[in-house]
DNA sequence: TTAACTCAGATTGGATCCAATATACAATAG
DNA sequence: CTATTGTATATTGGATCCAATCTGAGTTAA
């Protein structure tokens, strides 16, 4: 008799569960910045002991979603305007960088593949898959480089700002502005022009990052308005 | 009575203690790739539980200097040439810009000190030492830029690879390159020119790179060899 | 009144214990 | 003799327990 060998998918281990869905719940900003994350608060949510999820909250401080201080707790990160603003700038450097890499690789089927999330973006009424929707299209892209760390870093530095962008992204204007840019982009890409789809993709972060810094700002100050 | 309020070093917790010290050992390579990292082992030598060194090495996993397999343990992460050259690439992006922000903001100060790293680097006879000069000489330069996120990505990744670049660099003549190198990368800053720093940071970089990637392919050969 | 002190509860960090899984080796059937 | 199966040991993942520290309310003294 012969089976086929099916690869018992190992159920993963309760720290990455919770590592996965505390990433997912702070990227999404469902977490405000500055919430107090609870050990054995979290580890009844999730039916464990504090252990797994301490090493969780280790592996997010590691990524800089949270700040820790012994004996006081884990809190979500808090980030600056400047550090926002640097991130961004990071993420323009890097990201542009990878398309231009990416574009003379660029196969039929991961151009439509691309294609489909700019549909996507444009078409879903649901503004809370954005965000995702967003990630899934510029990394269709990116996937044509072959720079899988490159890749990786991109997706931890986007991690630590997409709850801003994701806020902006819903309000202002900021989704009819993405969505021309995204196709401008894309554009360039099918057309196999390289060093135009990494100035617009460059363009395209940097006008995100100014008018979210605009949208944090305003945010604070109303913050600072009603604690008086 | 009024003293004054020092601010009693707390000692780090365990965890961190133990984070670093595994950290160092692997940059400095001195945990061969592929090495087994067992819990009990390492808690008995820093005369602790394993719940610590469990912690340790969750965050030494998300900074991809190890790698876990469910119930089979952790090793010490091993790269491929490619992995090694596409973060040698990607330090090369990074640093080269980084540098170009610095050099406009350089001071007096922070140049004399790039120089002492510099001579510090040419004089010292302990090549053990090498690769700690090398670092501090470049992120005395890259400091000024101002730019703490880019500096701490850069320092990751560095970390990724720095055991080849250290072995690398000890062997062959790639520390008499390197001296040159370096000299001419801080002739560049010291005159002001940002440009022409970047262009050389960014070629210091791919030149380790390619005498890198010989060098490890060489290594590997004789292993190859002396395996049958 | 206000600042310093005390003490109880809450919370984190770490140690020890138990369960789940892998690995190596012995036993056995063909 | 070889391949498979059973079993003992090692190792990891997780739960529970204890110690160290923080926090905040109440108390006292100037």
């Known amino acids: ?15 990455d569960v919770v590592f996965e869905a505390l990433r997912k719940a702070i ?8 919430e107090h994350l ?25 990524e800089g979603l949270v700040a820790n201080e012994r004996y006081k707790g884990t809190v979500v990160a808090a980030l600056s305007s400047a550090e926002v603003e640097e991130i961004f700038e990071f993420r323009a450097l890097l990201e542009s960088e990878v398309i ?7 196969s039929e089927e991961q151009l439509a593949e691309a294609y489909r999330h700019l549909q996507a973006f444009a078409s879903e009424p649901d503004a809370s898959l954005w965000g995702e929707i967003n990630r899934n299209f510029h990394y269709s892209l990116y996937e044509a480089a ?21 806020a902006q992204l ?8 993405a969505r021309a840019e995204h196709q401008a982009i894309y554009d360039a890409c099918a057309r196999g022009d390289a060093d135009e789809a990494a100035r617009l993709t460059r363009a395209h972060i940097l006008d995100a990052s100014r008018s979210l810094l605009v949208f944090i700002e ?6 600072q308005a009603e604690s008086h």
């Open 146 to 166: 072959g720079r899988p760390y490159h890749l990786q870093v991109i997706r931890s530095s986007l991690d630590r700002v997409d709850r801003y962008l994701r």
């Open 170 to 177: 819903t309000l202002t204007n900021g989704m009819t502005r």
């Open 1 to 15: 008799m012969k089976l086929e060998t099916v690869d018992i998918r190992q159920s993963a281990s309760a720290a």
């Open 218 to 223: 305003e945010r604070r100050a109303v913050a």
């Open 38 to 62: 609870r050990q054995d608060h979290i580890a009844q949510m999730f039916n464990t002991s504090r252990i797994p999820v301490r090493e969780a909250l280790k592996r997010l401080e590691q």
């Open 27 to 34: 990227i999404e900003g469902e977490l405000a910045e500055g």
């Open 100 to 106: 231009r890499l990416a574009v003379p690789r660029l």
